[in-house]
């Protein structure tokens, strides 16, 4: 594929953050938008264009075939099957799609330059390229940084250059592509049969998380899904689109959300997926994976299929797009402590809910008990009752009886989450 670099003199560039800052670490990988405002708009292009159809092999409910039925585009589809984005594609006005359609398709092909042939106003430069940037979940190669250049007589983006990380292009893409739906396939195939709906959810949350560290220092993509999923070091946009792709290609209706987590310098993403009672949960993967919990077989449910006002309890903001309605999660009754029964009003209630937890789930691999409370102050009085009156000890005792452990009943650790009145009890083996 022969490529020709457009040079732009940049007169001016922007910096903004995407993706970043999830939990108590930090995402600092800066995505930058610079506008060539004296250059005139310029119609070559680079590289092949491609016919090529999408490798995927997994259903979506939101019926992706209905999405490009009658597809009238002289770009591929493939772009929307392949990155899960259905539920955008399906809310953006005509000119957004063929913005959006010919530089998702110039970056499949991995084109330094993408001319637009409707284009977009200047004053939207960097909305519509977080759009693009948010929308690649898939095409884990794109980089943090655009160039446009913009026609002086319109004022209208009609080009853009991208950056990419590192590939050496057509010839690094497609083998990056093929691993990633291998490893998607793979996770998929292996949910085991007869699995509800809500243990089907639970089955991915919980693979992703146990098979992924938070780290933007490791693997070669940590900012990716194929970095979640095939190298096993992500950050938060790594999470949620690992996490958007597999609910894509299990067949769930999904969508993906940035906003502001606990630190305001930085955006943090999430994920949103359709249940068959018909309401939208929240599933932020990241919040349940802590970086400060060093146990590998670590898993966590704050955040695992709850509401907008649930999450914005402790996330800082959520933010709105510019081109579609993002979903709204006004339910919780899909919620992990819900379903599990885990919810405790009493001291009394939360001994009978742990003891359960130790009877039927905890094992030499699994050792969390898990409770939720009506609010914080509830929650550390009874765990105080509870630790004082040797209940917890009681707890461990049984948990070793039945499942053949060794875990110290004298010692554990817990933690706390204040805003959404949730404890963990973390179990340590005998020294």
Not at 126 to 147: E, H, K, Q, R
Not at 193 to 198: T, Y
Not at 287 to 299: E, Q
Not at 334 to 360: H, P, R
Request: net charge negative.
């Amino acid at each position: 594929m022969s490529k020709r670099l457009i040079c732009l003199i940049l007169a001016f560039s922007m910096m903004m953050t995407v993706f970043s800052g999830c939990g108590q670490a930090i995402d600092n990988e800066p995505a930058t938008t610079s506008s060539a405002s004296d250059t005139a708009d310029s119609t070559d292009s680079t590289g092949d264009s491609s016919d090529a159809t999408s490798d995927s092999t997994g259903d979506s409910s939101s019926d992706a075939s209905s999405v490009i039925a009658d597809w009238s585009y002289d770009f591929d589809s493939s772009f929307i099957t392949e990155n899960g984005i259905e539920y955008v594609w399906e809310r953006l006005d005509e000119d957004t799609r063929i913005n959006l359609g010919e530089i998702m398709n110039a970056i499949r092909e991995g084109q330094i330059y993408c001319s637009l042939s409707v284009g977009f106003p200047n004053d939207e430069r960097d909305a519509f390229l977080t759009l693009v940037s948010n929308c690649c979940t898939f095409y884990c190669w794109i980089g943090t940084s655009f160039s446009v250049a913009v026609d002086q007589e319109t004022n209208m983006v009609k080009s853009v250059t991208i950056n990419y990380r590192g590939i050496d292009y057509e010839s690094d893409i497609q083998p990056i592509m093929n691993e990633l739906e291998l490893k998607l396939q793979e996770i998929v195939s292996g949910i085991p049969d007869g699995l509800s709906e809500f243990e089907t959810l639970k089955y991915l949350h919980d693979y992703l998380i146990l098979n992924c560290d938070y780290s933007d220092t490791d693997g070669t993509s940590p900012f990716s899904a194929y970095g979640a999923l095939v190298e096993g070091y992500a950050t938060c946009q790594g999470y949620a689109d690992a996490m958007h792709l597999l609910l894509n290609r299990a067949g769930f209706e999904t969508m993906f959300v940035t906003g502001i987590g606990s630190d305001e310098s930085v955006t943090h993403k999430w994920n949103y997926v359709m249940c068959e009672d018909g309401h939208w949960y929240i599933i932020d993967p990241t919040w349940d994976d802590p970086s400060d919990i060093t146990d590998l077989n670590f898993v966590g449910y704050c955040y695992f299929l709850i509401s907008d006002e649930e999450i914005l309890k402790d996330h800082v903001a959520k933010h709105e797009s510019d081109y579609y309605e993002t979903p709204y999660a006004d339910s919780m009754d899909m919620n992990f402590f819900n379903v599990m029964g885990y919810y405790a009003t009493t001291a009394d209630e939360a001994y009978e809910i742990l003891k359960e937890q130790a009877e039927s789930s905890i094992d030499s691999t699994r050792r969390c008990f898990y409770l939720k409370f009506e609010s914080s102050e509830a929650m550390r009085e009874i765990y105080e009752t509870l630790r004082s009156d040797s209940k917890l000890s009681d707890v461990i005792k049984t948990a070793n009886a039945v499942a053949g452990t060794d875990y110290q009943t004298s010692s554990w650790s817990r933690t706390f989450n204040d805003e959404l009145g949730i404890l963990t009890i973390t179990l340590k083996e005998a020294e």
